[in-house]
């Protein structure tokens, strides 16, 4: 992903800044919990085309790794 695109993108709900996840070719808002794809290196910013990102990733947290007592 070209990081002077990603550096002018923001999530279209709250205007925050995204997380590029390379692996998932997402864009990632923690805030709102939005993960919005990438198709054919172009980013889909609809929030209806956007996946919910479950809590533990919302919170930036790799899946299986271990949750906290008050978790």
Partial sequence: MDKELLAMLVCPRCQGKLKYDRERAELKCHFDGLAFPIEDEIPVMLEEQA??????????KAPGEARDATS
């Fill in 51 to 60: 996946r919910h990102m479950d809590a533990d990733e919302k919170l930036g």
